[in-house]
């Protein structure tokens, strides 16, 4: 009787340590930032998602893929979008001294006005900096420091400092 009562308890706890890895598995780990058109100006709304990432560079390039894909179909019937290019992809990542280097295609740069522009960049710096190891963002792209960004001639900051700026940028 008492293997009986023991063998139970042993499938039960494994039965919890199932559900609760499974559970784990599926909660947020990460906040991506989406645009949100309020009719005169936009803002950003935060949104979780899982990413499940290791290094660093998985981190990031989760975080960046998140934002291309842009919202589920529920968070768009909310207004919110991504100004993100289609095809925007992480070439490369680095962190120290808490500042975050972030190496991204050309796709990023492509298409759009100046509210898009503004839109990728705060989309960008809102998400890539709420992780707490990372405090400011450098941009490059193809390997080059991004210091002006579209047509519209965009002064980009070399290091974008999280502590610097509020948390509802407005543009």
Known sequence: MLRVVALALLLMLALVGVITARTLSRLPDMLVYFAKDSGTSFTLESVPRVARSGTLVERVTAQVSALVQGPTASEAEKGLATTLPEGTRVLGASLEDGVLTVDLSREFGTGGGTASMLGRLNQLYYTLSQP????????????????????????????????????????
Do not use: C, N
Request: glycine letters at 12%; a negative charge; aromatic letters at 4%.
């Open 132 to 171: 707490a190891d990372v405090r400011a963002v450098s941009i490059e792209v193809e390997g080059r420091p991004l210091r002006v960004l579209g047509g519209e001639g965009i002064i980009v900051d070399r290091v974008w400092v999280r502590d610097q700026h509020g948390d509802d940028p407005l543009w």
